[in-house]
């Protein structure tokens, strides 16, 4: 039995290690009937710089022991967004099933000649006008950024098509597309679809429209699809084209001209993290780094009597007052173990394309036409059963300025292109998958983190919105708003 003293009459048990234990002696009648029998406070609950003024001490036992337990599950940019933003004002512990934080954001280091190259194979580029949330995050951990290049291009086996839209000399990278008629009612087909996207894509005729619906509705032709809006949404979403016809229209006119996509005058800058995306991460996590616990995967979730317990691989459950579920839409739904009607609802209208971005120094797929090579690249082949099989390939040297002594991509679904003895790493991502059932959803999904004062549950994620690092972020702080009713940043 630990030892006790005079103490005890103030319902506290001292501990046998007194360099473990702080004692507050001069606890006022107020702050002692406030603490439950037997209570002890550990020091590092402290913070080290109040021990021995005891009346900071004491307001600091107080902040540590007024603080409601909560749980957040999913180190992407949602759940490490809430945590940055809730630290101060909760108890938190995150729970990560992989081995490293940071979900999408993920560099990996390739050594090189003895030197260390890190080079993204999940978020790579932002910009200012579409990403203003994460830009201010970047500029308050002091993340250093650089300019870079975001072209794309296209290679099309089948009609050995190339072009590269940065510019007038790379968009006719193949000179004989010069004199090709059927190259320029190509282009004409897209300066049509810009210009009508600008009216179009505020027009509620079109609300309920999927991308093959407007496309017919519209007129355009095979090679507009097939050479330039399904290959581009499918490299920008990593969507297989034949899901892309069934995106919302509107959704996606909306996003190519917030994201300057409509034409070559109107571009944003786009930017990318120094020395790779994984530098946020370091600065962000310091503040509760020791109260991440990795490799641990939430199996079940309990909701009791205002209260959550949390079941999870290898450890003991615990409770906590309230939960942040930062996860996928069908991984949250898995893990409770009673969902609300609102939940069986919502959460089961979105779906997940499981992708593998392979990390490698083989140049095999990129366009023949070295002009056309851009930071973007999709490759349209065919099997010998005519079966499309198309990717997207990242050239890191000009996206990221990774090195000038090899060429280094990221490839998404080329398992069979990529020659094995140049292949670096292979990761395995899930992109959400959005239809017009998905985009309507989503217009409810404010209602599952508002539903009480009181409740538990919580949700966040890129899904709530296009699906990028923004609105990950962003699902992030407006969760956080509605949690402590004020604004959190």
């Known amino acids: 039995m630990p030892k006790t003293n005079v103490l005890a009459n103030l319902g506290v048990q001292l501990g046998d290690d007194r360099n473990k234990y ?8 107020a702050d002692r009937e406030s603490l439950a029998p037997n209570f002890i406070i550990p020091r590092k609950a402290l913070n080290p710089d109040c021990v021995g003024k005891r009346k900071t001490a004491r307001q600091n036992i107080y902040n540590f022991m007024s603080k409601p337990r ?6 992407g940019i949602s759940g490490l967004g809430c945590a940055y933003l809730l630290d101060k004002k909760f108890d938190i512990t995150l729970y990560e099933a992989a081995d490293y934080v940071g979900g999408h954001t993920n560099t990996v280091t390739v050594c090189e000649d003895g030197e260390e190259v890190p080079i993204d194979t999940g978020f790579m580029v932002f910009n200012h006008q579409t990403y203003p949330l994460l830009c201010r ?15 794309f291009s296209l290679r099309h086996d089948s009609t050995g098509y190339e072009y590269n839209g940065k510019n007038l000399d790379t968009l006719f990278g193949q000179r004989r597309n010069l004199v090709s008629p059927r190259f320029w009612r190509f282009l004409l087909q897209i300066q049509r679809f810009n210009e009508e996207t600008v009216q179009a894509m505020n027009d509620p005729r079109f609300e309920q429209m999927s991308l093959r619906e407007y496309t017919e509705a519209r007129g355009y032709g095979q090679d507009f699809l097939n050479l330039y809006i399904l290959p581009m949404g499918s490299a920008v979403w990593s969507t297989p084209p034949e899901l892309m016809m069934d995106f919302p229209a509107r ?9 300057g996509f409509l034409g070559m005058k109107n571009r944003h800058p786009w930017w990318t993290v120094v020395d790779g995306s994984r530098q946020y991460v370091r600065r962000l996590i310091p503040p509760f780094k020791d109260r991440i616990r990795l490799r641990t995967a939430v199996q079940r979730i309990e ?19 309230k939960v942040i579920l930062a996860t996928h839409a069908p991984t949250s739904l898995k893990m409770l173990d009673e969902p609300t009607p609102l939940e069986e609802e919502l959460l089961p209208v979105f779906k997940y394309q499981s992708n593998i971005a392979t990390l490698h120094t083989d140049d095999r797929f990129m366009p023949r036409t070295r002009k056309c090579w851009a930071s973007w690249n999709y490759h349209i082949r065919f099997k010998p059963n005519g079966v499309i099989q198309p ?7 000009l996206l990221q300025g990774v090195s000038q002594k090899n060429n280094y991509f990221v490839s998404i679904n080329a398992p069979d292109e990529v020659a094995e003895e140049k292949v670096i790493r292979r990761i395995s991502y899930e992109h959400p998958l959005f239809d017009l059932k998905a985009v309507n959803a989503q217009k409810r999904l404010p209602e599952l983190n508002r539903l009480s004062k009181n409740q538990t549950t919580y949700y966040c994620g890129a899904w709530f919105r296009y699906g990028f ?6 699902s992030a702080v407006n969760l956080c708003r509605d949690l402590l009713g004020e604004e959190p940043w």
Request: negative net charge; hydrophobic residues 35%; charged residues 25%.
């Open 22 to 29: 702080f004692y507050p002696w001069q606890w006022q009648k």
């Open 70 to 75: 909560l749980c957040i599950i999913g180190t």
């Open 137 to 151: 995050l970047f500029r308050e951990l002091g993340v250093e950024t650089k300019r870079t290049d975001m072209s």
């Open 251 to 259: 959704t996606l006119m909306h996003f190519w001209f917030n994201h």
């Open 303 to 321: 909701r009791r009597e205002g209260k959550v317990t949390v079941h999870a691989e290898g450890q003991l459950p615990e409770t906590y007052d």
């Open 391 to 397: 990717s997207t390939h990242y050239w890191m040297n």
């Open 469 to 474: 690092h923004e609105d990950g972020f962003m």
